[in-house]
């Protein structure tokens, strides 16, 4: 028996190559546990007790775990199960569970042993599948076995529990009692593999490593060409040196052979695949490379936010996550445009053209929620029915189909939904590929960290040789710490492992890797990890440096390759061939300039141009580009969880307000006013921002739901007085203006006495945002409502009434209601408006510089010119022009491509 598989395919070499053997099985623990449930006649266990396990958990009051549990119960089982096969390991295995002496321990151990040891009792024996084969082996009749079996292994190698201990006492007693014949080479062969043999040149610094890492230091020897430490930045750039170094090794010396070149690696995924894409580039063939891939475990993350979408009000990303899944029943394409919808803010989930009958039923399960756990067991099995993906997707179905079951297992028998709990049984979790290494004599040898290395080598090249690694840094102990397990030897006698005796085992593992190397070894010392922080060397460095005379620290022995003076230190380094340095390509940003007339990319099917907007206009006026990027659909599409942001909250203001004051029916009566905002705002926020109805979010909502009364009581005040009548709410008018089409959506248009009309516009800001604009003159939204009723009017030409109301109208005017201070801003005076508390009227021409700009803008569009902003720009309009400029913001592309100088507007 030996400890990993790298040993096992060492030593089955070592046997085949001295002679032919039969009955002769070398594995690890687990295989022969495997052997021996066989040969004792162990029935297979398809059960580990887990849930039995958890119910203990659960039993048990005022253990030390109990807490944990409600909080995190997954990882506090495990963690429980592993301390307890940890102590129940070290205790006898013949008796019942119990020791003496915990009246001495200090009060933490103390309580830890006592809870662990009623779990023990209370479970009665149902160990869990670890413990409980070893018992069934224990207690079999060797007179039943189908035959028996003999182990050999190395004192101390690997290092055993008492349980462990005392089943391969009793498999060697019934060999000896079945008279079977021991093998005495085989134990030599054992110890000639994982004896303390070195392979290194006696006297080089390689050997001294060999023989003395680790150990107290006597005298100092000299450090030779076998052994040398390189800084290397990360761990790609260490795969890279790694595999130019193989390349240069082969090619100095032509009797070099591949497999004599061994790479150890860390065991991560990033080390595996970083040397893999390394060594295919350079043409480099491994031999026992981790083939093992993790995978996103799409089943369960389907299911998991599944669960998300089914208790409302469902988080947008949620819902995006499960419409673009590869498993659902449309194609990617189709569910990446679903769930961009999603983010955009339409929670609607209406099906596209193309959406199959099973695409819609999908959308209704997601649209739809439960209250009680009948309703969700029945959606359950109907949602995973619909998931698809194709042959390569089948065991992710699967997977899927699993985390039903253990769902509808839940869900029996309860009451109400625990959906915090549900979601933790199905969190997803990263699934491996199922590869094994591949393994051959020609591929340049792979050692991995935590395994005994496979086949000796002349060469070696350490990688990830990093704070935490040779030998790998030990995982803490939630449950005992090192001075728990330290009272617990000394006072109760109980063999459980320490941690410095665990450390011990790896140093030992470490070294053993080096004695397996003939020639030399190079360490690679990754200065930043794979997240781009800094680490230091292996704490192994210290010791190494100890051994040998030479720099005062042991960061002096590491030599650089970012120095030119340290990098023509490094042997076998490869280095590119000598070029002349240039520049960085210059980005060139200069404006744009196209054969064709920009406003024609939005035409309709007759070739007409399709109407341009105030909002429209107002973005060509502060970006050109911003206006483009928009017109040829190429803004971002961002991904973000739900925030309250002022779009939002513009938006379902808007529409309580439109719904509150509706035409042809008088304003509500002020008392009347909290009752139906609050009704409209929970209908409103249903529709547009169902995420504001969770928790979470209830302060700001009662903070928007007292703004929002607050401003409809005053806005009822303001048509009071004004003596108005709503005419239309939330209607669309179009016209033209300096030769294009325009449209746009009044929030309110209003009828005062003498056949004047009045266009309101809501906007959710105070006065002090939107006033310094008007004063400037940049206010380009007022003017072009009326312009619209003046070429045209509503798009809806049936409302006769309206029409003709509009027609006669004697003067127009424009008012800006802002509801965070409750003030109205207007370009015109009225003879009402001094009796209209926070009515301001600006005397002067609010638009005429705005429209100015636009109208330039327009020709140069027209023409297929788009002027880039310059660096003044957002200083200008912002200061000079009093417009917040955020068209500026809606992509990194009008940054990237900002022209040096100051704002034309302001030369």
Known sequence: MVSDAGTARRLRRILAERSARSGVVVGTWSELMEWACRAYLVPE????????FRNALEELEDAFWTESLSVAPVETSEAVKSALLQVVSATDPTSDIGIAGLEGLPERPRRHLDDLFRLAKLLEGRWPQELSKMQSVLSADANDALHTIRVYRSEGNPRLTRWQTELLEKLNQDADNSEERQNEALPQILNEVLGSDFAGEPGSSLRVLQ????????????????????????????????????????????????????????????YATALE???????????????????????????????????????AMALAICLSSPLMPWSREEGAMLAQTVMDGDYRLRPLSSTSRDGRIMLDLLRDGDSEPASLVRALPEFVSLLRGGEDLVGHVQQAKAA??????????????????????V??????????????????????????????????IVLGFAQGHYPSAMASDPVFSADDLGSIRELTGLAVSAPSEVLEVRRLRFKRQLG??????????????????????????????????????????VVELDSADDRVQVRHLALAASASTQSPRTLLAEDLKFDRDLLAL??????????????????????????????????????????????????????????LFRPGEAPPDSSEIPGRVETLLDDAIRRLAPFLRSSQWQVERRHFTAQTIKAAQAWRDVLARLSAEVLASEAWLQGTWSGIPIHGQTDLLLGLPGDRLLVVDYKRSKSTSRRPRMEKGYDSQANLYRAMLESGGPKDDSDETLLNRIRSAARTGIVYYMLNDQVSLSDSALLESGAVPGWQTLENDVASRAMALIQQRLGEVSTGEARLNRDGDAEFFEKQAGIKPYALEKSPLIDLFTVAGEAEEAQ
């Not at 028998?413 to 549900?422: A, E, K, M, R």
């Not at 997240?531 to 005062?552: A, C, I, N, Y």
């Not at 017109?631 to 513009?650: F, I, N």
């Open 516 to 557: 397996a190397v003939f020639e030399s070894v190079t360490f690679l010392v990754p200065r930043r990890d794979p997240r781009g922080e800094r680490q230091s060397p292996s704490e192994s460095l210290v010791f190494m440096h100890q051994l040998f005379t030479g720099p005062d620290s042991a960061a002096e022995r």
């Open 602 to 659: 939005r035409a309709d099917k007759e070739g007409q141009l399709k109407p341009e907007s105030p909002s429209s206009l107002d973005m060509l006026m502060v970006s050109r580009l911003a206006w483009l990027l928009k017109r040829l659909k190429a803004e971002p599409l961002l991904w973000a969880p739900e925030s309250a942001d002022v779009a939002l909250l513009g938006t379902i203001a808007h529409k309580v307000f439109e719904d």
């Open 427 to 460: 969190s997803p979790r990263f699934i491996t590929s199922g590869e094994s290494p591949d393994f051959n004599l020609e591929g340049v040898t792979v050692w991995r960290e935590s395994k005994e290395g496979w086949r000796p080598v002349k060469r070696l």
């Open 211 to 270: 023989e003395r890492l680790f150990e107290a230091v006597t005298d100092k020897g000299e450090v030779d060409t076998s052994v040398q430490w390189v800084g290397t930045r990360d761990f790609l750039q260490e795969a890279e040196v790694a595999a130019g170094m193989v390349q240069t090794m082969l090619s100095e010396t032509p009797d070099l052979e591949p497999a004599d070149i061994g790479l150890l690696i860390p065991d991560s995924f990033e």
């Open 45 to 52: 266990t398809t059960d580990d007790n887990d849930s039995g």
């Open 277 to 315: 894409d390394a060594c295919a580039l350079g043409g480099i063939a491994l031999s026992g490379l981790p083939a093992e891939r993790w995978r996103r475990d799409l089943g369960r993350e389907v299911v998991f936010h599944f669960l998300y979408c089914r208790q409302k009000p469902a988080p």
């Open 404 to 425: 039903v079951e253990q769902l509808k297992d839940s869900l029996e028998s309860v009451d109400s939904i625990d959906w915090t709990g549900l979601r933790r049984t």
